[in-house]
């Protein structure tokens, strides 16, 4: 069964910090991008922050300098490291994975694949 398992969300003041985690299922043979997006009440989904295989980083520019994106390839899990939090980072934050899983009969599909989200809440 293909999962993301988002943990680390919760309820922090303004400037507190915060630390995600994703972690992919054994499922996945290959992981191209792991990253982070986040949904605000009213608002689209936004990319935060994303890290390749190879260590490529991109950053909103909204979180650049106060987030931090790292991955750990043998675990397949990604953190986002978020610091000098604001009331506007207030969202659901996801996981998301593009890669390779395989099925039950040993078939391989390539995609991209969504955790089910962890609420992260900024106080002022």
């Known amino acids: 069964q293909v999962q993301l398992m988002e943990s680390g969300g919760g309820l922090v003041q303004a400037g507190g910090s915060l630390r995600l985690s994703c972690a992919a299922s054994a499922s996945f043979f290959s992981i191209h991008v792991m990253g982070w997006y986040r949904q605000a009440p009213g608002k689209q989904r936004e990319l935060v922050a994303t890290?390749?295989?190879?260590?490529?980083?991109n950053y909103a520019d909204s979180v650049k300098d106060r987030f931090t994106i790292s991955r750990d390839n043998a675990k397949n899990t990604v953190y986002l490291q978020m610091n000098r939090l604001k009331p506007e980072d207030t969202a659901v934050y996801y996981c998301n994975a593009y890669g390779g899983v395989v099925d039950t009969v040993q078939l391989k599909h390539w995609g991209s694949y969504w955790g089910q989200g962890t609420q992260v809440t900024v106080s002022s």
């Open positions: 890290i390749t295989s190879s260590g490529r980083i």
